[in-house]
């Protein structure tokens, strides 16, 4: 059995274990402070009704001068997990800046094909304040960047490239097994925002090693109430002793209705619910798949500038509703009080959106698994689509020092 070897170093909020020849460390260290974080320019604050610019004082080399957008409302900074190669230098890493660092940004970002911008129905109301953006960038903080990679001191730069079609990807019933010890296991927060009370979006990196492998699984999770949500999964597997790093970059997005309906089924399955104004026939008659249909307003995941209805003032809670009063004063019959907070748990969010991409696939025709989607008729992508939709799988070649 490989000997390992466990560090902790709680002064610099580090944690550390070396095996088979890898390193890997997690820093987790307290959320930036304001002199890190404060931008040179008027930070942005998004409310409900108008932006808000709120003067801020001017500090240089702070974290959001240098990426040119106001950092989320919790930014770890200095949080980061790194995997080193102990022979060549070789390392793969997630940060904080390196996330955000991938947010789209400037002017007219946008209108740029393939960044799928995102728009709540009170936006209007935003554009009407005339209120002039000087920083503009996407505010959901999507970021598509799949962890950095840097070369080895041996000179080598090994690069990901697309696994063959016939590769099994990664071991999934190997990792859910139950009787090979974790050695290793920790979860890094990267940022966190509540996208100004319209929903959450949320980037962590999570580590487990144990005898044979590490297993790394960075998420960025966004959800808009009442319009969308999106995760971006970058998983990352290595059997040690091979040769081959494995990388599985997933983009799922939905609309939020969509998903309170499959709650809801799930909740009632024969249907009966007072005034749910939902109906659970099946879209996908004769693919052998059901999914379900809504009667409220759907948001087509691949149009550009999402829409919705605002959240009703009347509502206590967006996760949690009782019995609804008629105009007249008189109750309806009493019904089951609707319980949406799943809604809020990345796990089950994720599970679903994984169920919904399997039936557009087998919809469109295609293999499970299978990284484009065929164009129907022929037509041209839709440049408002958001590009990180869809799942590839790489490969990357661990380096090897030279032997004399």
Known sequence: MPRHRLHDDPSRGQRQIALEGWTITTTKRPILSIPEADAQVPRLAVT??????????????????????ALPEICFGNNALRVSHDETGFALEWNTIDLLRAVQRGQGWDARPGAGPVRVAYADEWTRASVIVQKPFDWTYTTLHPGSTSGSRIG???????????????????????????????EVPLFEDE????????????????HESFFILARFALRIDNVLFRHFDVRVYHAFGSNEILREIKGREAPYDLLKQRLQQQQYPTGRRAGAGISLRSSTAGSGTSAPSTTMPMIPSRTGYSTAAPPSSSSSSPF????????????????????????????????????????????????????????????APDPKAWEGKGRKLEVLEVPVASRT
């Open 48 to 69: 409900r009704s108008v932006w808000r610019l709120t003067p801020r004082p001017i500090r240089k080399h702070s974290a959001s001068n240098q990426l040119d957008l």
């Open 195 to 210: 996208l100004g009370d319209n929903g959450i979006a949320n980037a962590t990196v999570r580590v487990r090693v144990n």
């Open 156 to 186: 080598q730069h090994p690069e990901w490239r697309p696994a063959p079609r016939t590769h099994p990807g990664i071991p999934l019933a190997s990792l859910a097994r139950t009787d090979i010890p974790i050695l290793f296991f920790d």
């Open 320 to 379: 949690r509703n009782g019995p609804l009063s008629s105009s007249s004063g008189s109750p309806h019959p009493p019904e089951p009080t609707e319980d949406l907070t799943p809604l809020t748990d990345a796990n089950w969010v994720a599970g679903v959106l994984e169920e919904l991409a399997l039936v557009e696939e087998m919809q469109n025709g295609l293999s499970v698994g299978s990284e484009e989607a065929p164009r129907p008729d022929g037509a």
